[in-house]
């Protein structure tokens, strides 16, 4: 199986269309920031699951009610619920959405016990492949783009308690990637309207990711 991951299209819903025709995928992966609700139409939306399973997080640009309402063609959400783990041809997918904050002000904020207690939920349904975030762990596949870090403390413990073998993050519109001594990786998406994917091979002997840059219009 085929998989592809966007991130950040921020209302450039051609720049996932222009992936989906170029590489093919059997599942659609998005790390969030589908648009804000008056950049995106929800029919626009379904679009996507009416050619192909998807599976998405959130962000802190994304449509969150229309995105609960989206449903694949067997019926199941496009949005991965809070500790949910999800499976698709042998591939097992979670996702913690959201940014970090110090409140709930905003629906997309996030607490340090949020995401802990998520991650918890996830770990505890068994072995992860895939963990979708909007937001990234400290000090991996975090830089910004003025050379800092952008990540966050919450992120890195939740990507040591589930353990996934690929930790597919965005956010930061940087595509960048790390890979820790015992194999697992964490891949930054960045953003898929600067021509920036995630193609995953998927075949019983694992998973193979690799980091993609094409020139759109081509």
């Excluded at 596949?141 to 589930?162: E, K, M, S, V, Y």
Aim: charged share 25%; net charge negative; aromatic share 4%.
């Amino acid at each position: 199986m085929r998989i592809l991951a966007i991130s950040d299209l921020h209302g450039d819903l051609d720049a996932a269309r222009e992936a989906l025709d170029r590489y093919e995928p059997e599942l659609l992966l998005s790390c969030g920031d589908w648009g804000d609700p008056d950049q995106v139409a929800e029919a626009d939306l379904a679009e996507f699951p009416a050619r192909l399973p998807v599976l998405t997080t959130f962000g802190n640009h994304d449509p969150l009610a229309a995105l609960a309402r989206l449903r694949n063609r067997d019926g199941s959400s496009v949005l991965l619920a809070k500790g949910e783990v999800r499976q698709v041809e042998g591939v097992r997918v979670a996702a913690i959405g959201g940014i970090w904050a110090k409140s709930h002000r905003l629906p997309h904020y996030v607490l340090d016990e949020d995401v802990a207690d998520e991650a918890g939920r996830i770990a505890r349904g068994g072995p992860v492949d895939i963990l979708l975030t909007h937001g990234c762990p400290v000090g991996l596949a975090d830089r910004t783009p003025r050379g800092g870090r952008g990540g966050q403390r919450c992120f890195l413990n939740a990507f040591h308690t589930i353990a996934p073998k690929l930790h597919l993050c965005g956010h930061l519109h940087v595509a960048q990637e790390r890979t820790l001594k015992d194999g697992r990786r964490v891949i930054n998406v960045g953003a898929t309207p600067d021509g920036t994917v995630v193609v995953i091979e998927s075949d019983p002997s694992g998973l193979v990711a690799r980091l993609e840059r094409f020139s759109r219009g081509r």
